[in-house]
């Protein structure tokens, strides 16, 4: 089988049509990709990787936000901000749905960025502290505006990439406890993450998943290949999150959607 065919098989690609085959049981399987900065760093994880090519290396906001910063396609930068909410500073969820996401693509089409995840908490002086953890998807202009003030958080200008850009397909790795990271086979139509098959080994996750213990899982769905990590707990044959934080794919609400059907959130 071409890599091709191999990847319209065994990964989830648009959103919507994502969604469709959830509903039709559809295969699940995860490719291994590291050497992304994330939001928080992994617990344990493989140096190995065996994606066609590596993701980009995330970089801290390098100008004020004033400034105009300039990416290539398929890269990230980490935008770190504190906005003043009054009294009590909402959610980080709540706080991201106060900042606007503004673009001007260079074909006059869809979004040019996406916030991947986001982290953050209150500061001694009242603010919250939020880091937005956002990739280049296609050339033009992007803004991250505070709805409030109306005050530029992050502008930034992506230039095309002269690497080929993989398709966007959701990716979810998971650790087995002792440092190695796991493939999951979804050929079997399973009703949950509990249900899956590991690779290598053909092992089912709950029989290498005790119940009650953590294990952190990635999750990738990027034009950057950048990994966003979730620690999460077995409880029976459910899981539930170890912490709220960070938030994952705000942009993408049918991609969450798909992760908390499959891991039963």
């Known amino acids: 089988m071409s890599k091709t065919e191999a990847a319209s098989n065994n990964t989830y690609n648009d959103p ?14 995860f490719l291994m990709l590291s050497g992304c900065a994330t939001s928080e760093p992994p ?6 990787r065996t994606a066609t090519t590596p993701p980009a290396p995330v970089t801290e906001q390098p100008k004020p936000a004033s400034e105009l910063v300039t990416m290539d396609v398929a890269k ?6 504190e906005l003043d ?8 969820a709540q706080a991201l749905t106060e900042v606007e996401r503004r673009y001007q693509p260079d074909d006059g089409q869809g979004r040019t960025f ?15 502290h939020i ?3 956002v990739s280049s998807e296609k050339p033009g202009l992007g803004w991250l505006i505070f709805k409030r003030t ?5 502008r930034g200008k992506i230039d095309p990439s002269s690497q080929p850009i993989q398709p966007k397909n959701l990716t979810i790795l998971m650790d087995n406890g002792r440092g190695t990271t796991l493939t999951v086979d979804g050929s079997g139509n399973p009703n949950s993450i509990i249900d899956a098959r590991v690779k290598p080994g053909d092992l089912p996750v709950r029989d290498i998943w005790p119940d009650g213990q953590d294990r952190d899982f ?8 950048c990994p966003v990590h979730v620690l999460v707990r077995r409880v029976g044959d459910r899981t539930v999150r170890v912490k709220d934080m960070p938030v994952i794919f705000p942009d993408d609400p049918s991609v969450v959607d798909i992760i908390n059907r499959l891991m039963r959130w």
């Open 218 to 225: 990635t999750f990738i769905y990027s034009a950057c290949g």
């Open 114 to 128: 996406a916030v991947l995840d986001a982290y953050g908490e209150p500061t001694l002086d009242g603010k919250l």
């Open 85 to 92: 909410f009054g009294p009590k500073p909402p959610s980080i």
């Open 43 to 48: 617990r344990q994880q493989s140096p190995a």
């Open 16 to 29: 919507p049509a994502a969604r469709r085959r959830w509903k039709r049981a559809a295969v699940l399987a």
């Open 131 to 133: 880091s937005m953890h």
């Open 76 to 81: 990230a930068v980490m935008v770190t901000v």
């Open 150 to 154: 109306g005050e530029v958080l992050w």
